[in-house]
């Protein structure tokens, strides 16, 4: 069963909504601001990220047409991406996300198959664990991201 943390800061997605609209360079300052506070999650999360789990995922599999495998260390660790979004149905403003399959198989197989019971004999997931370590200082960081994008808008006003 899959694991939620919702952590909430009130104005953040008003804020990018209004910067768009304000100046798009705002907007893009404020998405390389994210960045940079979630960049010490991301470089712990790609840097535990596992050489190969299990030998079998060294070979192809492709169920259905959809390329799963193989494992490819460097792909996995450049497809952790940091993301915002404002959409209305987003759960979350920023978030860091897997893209490559065999990596986010890794990350959301559990215990209840052979192959997930396999896997976390061997690895422990990584991006969870990592955001976990880091939630503190990156709600901080969100938090005075806002702030200081909100005082630059302001700033901008008041002239």
């Not at 390329?67 to 940091?82: C, D, E, H, L, N």
Request: hydrophobic share 40%; charged share 25%.
């Amino acid at each position: 069963m899959p694991a939620t943390m919702k952590t909430e800061v009130v104005g953040v997605k008003e804020t990018i909504k209004a910067l768009r609209e304000i100046d798009p360079q705002f907007r893009k300052d404020f998405n390389k601001g994210a960045r940079a506070v979630v960049a010490p999650m991301v470089a712990e999360a790609k840097a535990r990220y596992p050489s190969l789990p299990l030998s079998g995922m060294a070979r192809s599999w492709t169920p259905r047409q959809f390329s799963i495998f193989p494992w490819q260390q460097s792909k996995v660790r450049s497809s952790v991406k940091v993301k915002t979004s404002t959409r209305r149905n987003a759960n979350s403003v920023v978030y860091v996300s897997q893209g490559e399959p065999s990596a986010v198989l890794f990350e959301t197989i559990s215990n209840s198959n052979r192959l997930g019971s396999n896997i976390r004999a061997r690895s422990d997931r990584v991006l969870w664990p990592a955001a976990e370590r880091h939630l503190p200082a990156i709600q901080l960081g969100v938090a005075l991201l806002v702030k200081e994008t909100e005082r630059k808008v302001q700033g901008m006003v008041d002239r």
